[in-house]
């Protein structure tokens, strides 16, 4: 465990109902979801989770319907109370803070983006922007002034004086967006923020998201069920199932190696050519092998490494730091690419 993580989360459980905190540390917590809903009527909705997030990372928990992921960004910021386990956000235990403690948290250090936006209808958007900020206390013209820009940031200008229900989902989710970001935050928490989005304003959703990772480098924490979107955003992916972790990993990882037959069953459909990196398809070298292949290093995306390894007359050279760590064949590639094709 880190202690310069941005969150780091041990040992996290949350069980829903009468003598729930009672469980933790018993026989009983080793039940499975089901044995344990039986027995005592009790639900697990995250089970024993431990993960930590680096500073300016995409951390994406993706699962299906009820696998713990809305408990799970809701125990962060102890909007849903933990049974047990530690939280700690920037050096700081969130399950030890007061009430008070909490709402500074919320605002000004964990910033959380919903999928209902939860905009106030009778403010135009720069005041829904600034809401955050009017009620920390912040003056009347520096809460515009950080509007303003970060009403610029999201693409939003020229908006400033509309009301919510004059824009699009899209662009309401962008005064969500702006309105999480007036705070500063060290952490941005995303719930599921664009599942109720057209496809095409999704994926515009998606890149703007990448781009204000590019600007500002915050850490970010991304629930989603789509592994679609958890692939295009995610340094790592956790999944989960049932309340707990199946599987931490790269995008290529994930993909290349997935942990078990759920996590296969979600990756199975995935473009692999996009996600997989040579890493996955290179082979040992052999001695004396030709030295005239094109040179590339071993994180670079198959897709991206086809045309030009295909078109030469000899395999890839993959070289790390001045490094041969191995070769790459066109047959592994057509491999990976046809796969694809079937
Ligand atoms: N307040 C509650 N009381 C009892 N059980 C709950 C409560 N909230 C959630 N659960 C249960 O906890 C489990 C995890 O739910 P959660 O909403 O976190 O899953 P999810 O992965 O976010 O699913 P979805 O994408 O559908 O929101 C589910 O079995 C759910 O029924």
Redesign the pocket.
């Known amino acids: 465990m880190s202690d310069d993580a941005a969150l780091s989360v041990k040992h996290l459980w949350k069980i829903?109902?009468r003598g729930a905190d009672r469980i933790v540390g018993t026989p009983d917590a080793d039940l499975s979801r089901a044995e344990l809903k039986e027995k005592t009527g009790c639900?697990v909705?995250v089970r024993d989770l431990s993960f930590d997030v680096a500073p300016g990372e995409v951390f994406v928990v993706m699962?299906l319907?009820?696998?713990?992921?809305?408990?799970?960004v809701r125990c962060l910021t102890r909007l849903i109370e933990p049974t047990a386990g530690e939280v700690v956000i920037d050096g700081r235990d969130i399950t030890k803070a007061s009430e008070s403690e909490l709402r500074d948290l919320r605002r000004t250090h964990a910033s959380m983006v919903f999928q209902h936006f939860g905009l106030l209808p009778h403010r135009q958007v720069i005041d829904n922007v600034a809401y955050g900020l009017e009620i920390r206390g912040v003056g009347r013209k520096e809460r515009r002034a950080k509007a303003e820009e970060v009403v610029q940031l999201v693409g939003l200008a020229g908006y400033e004086t509309s009301y919510p229900d004059q824009l699009s989902g899209g662009m309401q989710q962008r005064v969500g967006l702006a309105r999480a970001l007036a705070n500063d935050p060290s952490l941005l928490l995303f719930d599921?923020p664009f599942s109720a989005l057209d496809p095409l304003i999704r994926r515009d959703m998606q890149n703007e998201v990448i781009r204000l990772h590019h600007e500002l480098g915050k850490t970010m924490v991304f629930i989603t069920?789509d592994l679609a979107e958890a692939l295009k955003l995610g340094d790592r992916i956790l999944i989960?199932r049932d309340?707990e972790l199946v599987q931490i990993g790269t995008p290529d990882e994930v993909v290349g190696a997935p942990a078990d037959d759920y996590v296969r069953d979600f990756t199975s459909e995935v473009p692999k050519s996009h996600v997989l990196t040579l890493k996955w398809v290179m082979r040992e070298p052999r001695d004396g092998e030709s030295g005239d292949g094109p040179v590339m290093t071993s994180d670079t995306i198959v897709r991206q490494a086809a045309r030009a390894a295909l078109a030469s007359e000899h395999p890839v050279r993959v070289v790390d730091d001045g490094q041969l760590v191995g070769i790459v064949d066109d047959d592994a590639i057509l491999r990976v690419v046809v796969a694809e094709e079937r």
């Open positions: 829903f109902g639900v909705g699962g319907s009820g696998s713990g992921k809305s408990t799970l599921e069920h989960m309340g």
